[in-house]
């Protein structure tokens, strides 16, 4: 699915072109170029409405709004890592997966 | 789903007689606390934020307020268009492109030695992380269904203003990522440009249709084609070729040309597959007609003998 800024408009209530540019020209959104102007896939769309939410609903201001997403993409980046580490624990032989749990829990517990 | 709506003053903890200014700050307080993107790991949560959400679209609007105050309406007007949240993409476990900036060579052995150099063999950051890579730059480019069959050159302008060559290979598919080694953002204190990633989308043809390396056609042939057979020029996307169509062809009939199909890099040809379509003229005259009727009446044929629907 890629939606042209019009589209993109139309879909997040909140947000007007001035502050679609600014999302833009901030780096905030990177959208595909194309010869017909920006186009913006799923992730796009769900990232501005984030950005709406901060600056709109939380009142969030600009100079903040770079730190906080810089901020959840690292924890997902975090997450999804720790997602994989536990794919990979799952993987060993149980004893192992439940050693490696274990010592997890005392770490995690005893700091 | 909810069953019950919920009263829109108590999801936001206010008082009945909140103003507007009182019930902003407070749906403020709580989205600061529950907003799913700030929380990806919480689903519960979730449900609490539309709750709020919805209470506070519900109580902004002025007439739907007072509605409700007078006891006209329910809660239940305020239903909130469904929402995609930004966790849902970026919380896949799948890196997507926001996400490439993140390092974790300071989480100990495992964790460096699994996840620490990453970058496509474009990181040379080193430890210091003084040079750095340039961005990458996404362009999304359509290309017509001839185009992406038989390639093509396109030169487009970057949003920089550089314009860049793109050779588009043959038999590229839709959806298929070009990668411009060193064409996106140049690097910071000597370190390398990115990469422009090229998303092709393909256009639909008029004509023709793709499966894998074959490609469909439908070719309109006449009765008198069908009953005697003959020789029909039909398009291929390299021009027309002449087909013999074979005596007693009934539509659906499908004739493969071979190798002119989809000839990709390093791939076998495709065929074109060419399915017949009887198409009889607009006006039956009463040649046709006489003729057929006369057919009929010594020739008795059950085209359904045979066909699985028959009972």
Known sequence: ?111 | MNTKPMDPYEALGVKRTATDAEIKKAYRALAKKLHPDINPGDTAGEERFKAVSAAHTFLSDPEKRRRFDAGEIDASGAEMPPRDYYRNHAGTGQENRYQSEAEFDDLGDIFSRAFGSRGGGAGGGGAHGMKMRGADVQYHLEVSFLDAINGAKRRVTMPDGRSLEITIPAGIEDGKTLRLSGRGQPGFNGGPAGDALILIAVLPDLLFERDGTDILLDLPISIDEAVLGGSVAVPTTAGRVNLRVPPGSSSGRIMRLRGKGVAAKGRPAGDQLVRLKIVLPDIIDDDLKTAIEGWHKDHPHDARSGWKGQT
């Open chain 1, 1 to 111: 699915m890629m939606l042209s800024q019009t589209d993109v408009l139309t879909r997040i209530d909140k947000l007007t072109q001035t502050r679609l540019e600014v999302c833009i020209s901030h780096a905030w959104i990177a959208p595909h170029h194309s010869e017909t102007g920006p186009m913006f896939d799923a992730l796009d769309l769900a990232r501005l409405q984030l950005i709406v939410d901060l600056t709109e609903d939380m009142a969030v201001n600009d100079d903040a709004v770079p730190i906080i997403l810089s901020l959840v993409d690292q924890l997902h980046a975090l997450r999804g890592r720790l997602h994989a580490l536990d794919h990979a624990v799952t993987d060993q032989d149980d004893a192992v997966a439940e050693a490696i749990a274990t010592r997890l829990a005392d770490l995690i517990g005893h700091d």
